[in-house]
């Protein structure tokens, strides 16, 4: 109760304070002032619409009677832009009282043109003139052409590939670049059809990452073309490095049947770098020398610096300690003579 008589109370005081003011000397000057600014600004505007501006309006443009079986690769611009000349009044009604009708563009007018159809701007400039005041001067039309491609129905399926740079954290990696669709439909005019082997994506920047990234990528687009998808999915599996050692067998290869090969040691270590997610399958049989009968018999000395042949996917950084081994190529005695 006591809440409400104090709202009361401060309502009828900021009343009796304006109603003062108005009722006051000063705010009758201040009025009267008011009122002849308006009309000094109302003459001041019609004054100044009697002279010639210069403005922009935008008029839609439209394709119609598209076949079914014709495919647009690229639609053609979906508005004008054009510089119109005129006396201010008539300026403003395009602005607050005039929407302009869409240029239409029949698509059976055009068929005998090719795939990549052109249109000056000057062969619409009379429809565009004809929903324009006869007192309105058309000074420019932007663009200077309307075009668009179409097919009609010519497409083939190819892969996405990865446009960007992709860094990945201290101790972290890449694993794979994987795309859901990996391909996508292209339609094309056939002799830019046959020309596309595969579509990139837009470029894609990522700096330091340490996790697996999942991103939805636009195709970089190509005029004339259209892609369906026009968007894919991205995964970037990311695997934190670890290290390994092996003891690796050394074997001969390509010997022949009665000569073996004895090296010193028999084993060596590969110490290697690989993802936590492929520790566990990575094993000694993955990794292949390199040790020929015929290089041996060729090297003229007693050791032998080793080569790894077979690598397995996924692994970096391999050190073989020794690097290389004393050899030797033992005869295998016939039996049964």
């Known amino acids: 109760m006591f809440i409400e008589r104090n709202i009361k109370f401060f309502y009828l005081k900021i009343f009796r304070r304006v109603r003062s003011f108005l009722l006051s000397e000063k705010s009758r000057k201040v009025l009267i002032f008011l009122f002849f600014f308006f009309i000094s600004s109302g003459f001041w505007l019609l004054q100044t619409l009697k002279n010639n501006f210069e403005i922009e309006l935008a008029i839609p443009v439209k394709l119609k009677n598209v076949p079914n079986d014709a495919v647009i690769t690229s639609e053609p611009i979906s508005e004008l832009h054009i510089v119109v000349k005129d006396k201010g009044t008539t300026l403003l009604n395009y602005f607050f009282g005039h929407d302009f009708y869409p240029i239409s563009l029949d698509f059976a007018d055009y068929q005998n043109l090719g795939n990549h159809v052109i249109i000056p701007s000057s062969s619409i400039e009379k429809?565009?003139?004809?929903?324009?005041?006869?007192?309105?001067?058309?000074?420019?039309?932007?663009?200077?052409?309307?075009?668009?491609?179409?097919?009609?129905?010519?497409?083939?399926?190819?892969?996405?590939?990865?446009?960007?740079?992709?860094?990945?954290?201290?101790?972290?990696?890449?694993?794979?670049?994987?795309?859901?669709?990996?391909?996508?439909?292209?339609?094309?005019?056939?002799?830019?059809?046959?020309?596309?082997?595969?579509?990139?994506?837009?470029?894609?920047?990522?700096?330091?990452?340490?996790?697996?990234?999942?991103?939805?990528?636009?195709?970089?687009?190509?005029?004339?073309?259209?892609?369906?998808?026009?968007?894919?999915?991205?995964?970037?599996?990311?695997?934190?490095?670890?290290?390994?050692?092996?003891?690796?067998?050394?074997?001969?290869?390509?010997?022949?049947?009665?000569?073996?090969?004895?090296?010193?040691?028999?084993?060596?270590?590969?110490?290697?770098?690989?993802?936590?997610?492929?520790?566990?399958?990575?094993?000694?049989?993955?990794?292949?020398?390199?040790?020929s009968y015929e290089e041996l018999m060729k090297s003229g000395s007693e050791k032998y610096k080793l080569k790894l042949k077979s690598v397995p996917a996924g692994v970096s950084y391999v050190r073989v300690i020794p690097d290389q081994v004393d050899f030797l190529i033992e005869s295998i005695p016939a039996y049964g003579y």
Do not use: C, W
């Open 127 to 291: 429809r565009i003139l004809s929903q324009l005041s006869s007192s309105t001067k058309l000074i420019s039309i932007k663009p200077d052409v309307v075009d668009y491609f179409y097919t009609m129905g010519a497409s083939k399926k190819v892969p996405v590939r990865l446009r960007g740079k992709i860094s990945t954290g201290r101790q972290y990696y890449l694993t794979d670049t994987l795309f859901s669709p990996d391909s996508v439909l292209v339609y094309a005019p056939q002799s830019m059809l046959d020309s596309i082997k595969y579509v990139s994506t837009h470029a894609v920047l990522l700096k330091e990452i340490s996790d697996t990234v999942h991103k939805r990528v636009q195709l970089a687009t190509i005029k004339g073309v259209k892609f369906v998808p026009n968007a894919v999915n991205l995964t970037l599996p990311v695997d934190i490095l670890t290290e390994k050692t092996l003891e690796v067998p050394l074997l001969g290869i390509n010997f022949p049947a009665n000569k073996s090969l004895r090296t010193f040691p028999s084993k060596v270590k590969v110490t290697f770098q690989v993802g936590l997610r492929r520790f566990k399958s990575i094993r000694p049989e993955n990794f292949v020398f390199d040790i």
